[in-house]
């Protein structure tokens, strides 16, 4: 590795509280030579925060393959780039793989600050096991969606998801059709913010609960893995 090559820093920003960035991203942001950014309004109101004075480009999935070649020369340039995304960590669920591939095919450092993503505390909180567990993310919507559901069915690890809260009701009831109503899960919404809540039970109880009350905010649900009882009913 050349030692003029820039860096790439894949730095977390917070998915609630602003109080949850890190010291250390609020400084890189203020060093590099540019900011890349899943939506730069919402990044701008975010380094108006910190009082983060630098460029800011747009960087998301529907441009990434073709912004990605540029940056990789700026960066073999000796410029050094930070990526961030809208919230979290970049890469998880966010733009982020591609340009990452790349710049290492390139040889160029790559640092990932540790700091704020989503599906960490809604595990950690969900009183099921978290010693071992799967992140799947977002389901397909439609194509793949019923495949995937029963490619997951002797899963043992905790399975980790991310839900529109207008999609919730409907798949939960997808995975107690799949996986069974007495399976054990925990949805948890607006992490880190004012309103955070974890509703937790079989997901027979926890459905009933999201019928009666709208589900808003941004979604994570931790679905327990099978477990001898399930296997034994499946």
Known sequence: MRSNMGILYIVPTPVGNMEDMTFRAVRILKEVDLVLAEDTRTSGILLKHFEIKNTLMSHHKFNEHGTSAGIVNRLLAGENVALISDAGT?????????LVREAVRAGIEV???????????ALVSSGLPCDRFCFEGFLPQKKGRQTKLLSLKDEERTMIFYESPFRLVKTLQQFAEVYG???QVSVCR?????????????????IAHFQAKEPKGEIVIVLEGKNEKSKLSN
């Open 90 to 98: 970049p890469g998880i669920s966010d733009p982020g793989f591609f």
């Open 190 to 206: 607006e992490i880190s913010k004012v309103f955070e809540e974890s509703v937790r039970g079989s997901l027979e109880e926890v």
């Open 111 to 121: 640092q990932c600050l540790p700091g704020a993503t989503a599906f960490v505390p």
């Open 181 to 183: 109503a007495d399976r």
